[in-house]
C-alpha cells in the first residue's frame, strides 16, 4: 500500500506538510508515502525513474528503500532535477521473535556544487549572519583532495558569496547525511525534516 504525491515545493519541503504525510504510515494508513523535495519537476526526466521504483517495489518486490536507490538513485538527470522524499515502514525483529514497525521519511538526493546543490541542498545560506545570501549567489568547489566511488563524502567543500565575498573552506560533510549504499558518485541521503541544529550547520538562522 502506496501513494505517490506527484507534486513538488512545499509538499515535500515544507516541515509540517511532511510530519503530515510521514503520520500517514505512522497510522498504517499506507506503508510508504512518496514526493518530490524540489522546487519544480520535469517530467520528462523524472517519469521513467518514477516507473522504475513502482516496478522495483510491486513487480520485484524490492524493499521501499532498496528500491528508490535502484531507481532514482541510479538515474544521475532525474535525481540532478529534483531530490525525493520517502516516508516508509520497514519491520525490525526483536529478541522475542516479535517485530517492531519502525517509520523512517528521508530524502534522497544528488549533490552538485556547480549547480549550487551542496549535499542536494538548494536552501544553503552564507554563514555570514550580516548577510544571510543564498545558495544561487554562492559559489561552491570541492577544496583539496576529492575523493571517488563510496568514498566521494569525504571531499570537503569551499564556498564563496557572491554578496559578502566570504570564503569558508574546508568544509567537512556533516554525520548525518550519508552516501548511498550504490557507489554512485554524489548520491547521498538524510533524515527529513531536518532538525534546527542541522538547518544552522547549512546556515539557515531562522
Known amino acids: 500500500r502506496g501513494i505517490v504525491i506527484s507534486s513538488c ?7 509540517q506538510s511532511i510530519l503530515h504525510l510521514k503520520r500517514l ?18 517530467d520528462s526526466l523524472v517519469v521513467p525513474a518514477l516507473s522504475r521504483f513502482i516496478e522495483n517495489v510491486f513487480m520485484y518486490d524490492m524493499g521501499l528503500w532498496a528500491a528508490l536507490e535502484r531507481s532514482f538513485g541510479e538515474d544521475k538527470h532525474a535525481l540532478n532535477s529534483t531530490p525525493v522524499m520517502l516516508s516508509f515502514a520497514e519491520f525490525r525483529m526483536r529478541t522475542d521473535n516479535t517485530r517492531d514497525r519502525v517509520v523512517h521519511t528521508r530524502v534522497l538526493a544528488y549533490s552538485n556544487f556547480k549547480d549550487a546543490r551542496p549535499w542536494g541542498f538548494d536552501i544553503y545560506w552564507c554563514s555570514n549572519p550580516t548577510c544571510c545570501a543564498r545558495a544561487h549567489d554562492m559559489i561552491f568547489h570541492a577544496d583539496g583532495k576529492q575523493y571517488y566511488g563510496n568514498k566521494w563524502i569525504q571531499t570537503k567543500m569551499k564556498t564563496t558569496c557572491m554578496k559578502c565575498k566570504q570564503t569558508r573552506r574546508k568544509i567537512v560533510t556533516p554525520s548525518w547525511i550519508n552516501a548511498c549504499s550504490i557507489e554512485n558518485l ?9 532538525t534546527l541544529a542541522q538547518r544552522m550547520e547549512l546556515g539557515i538562522t531562522h
Do not use: H, K
Open 25 to 42: 504510515v505512522e497510522m498504517d494508513i499506507f506503508d510508504f508515502v512518496f514526493s518530490f523535495a524540489g522546487v519544480s519537476t520535469v
Open 9 to 15: 515545493g512545499s509538499t515535500g519541503r515544507n516541515s
Open 186 to 194: 554524489g548520491r547521498c541521503w538524510y533524515q527529513w525534516p531536518l
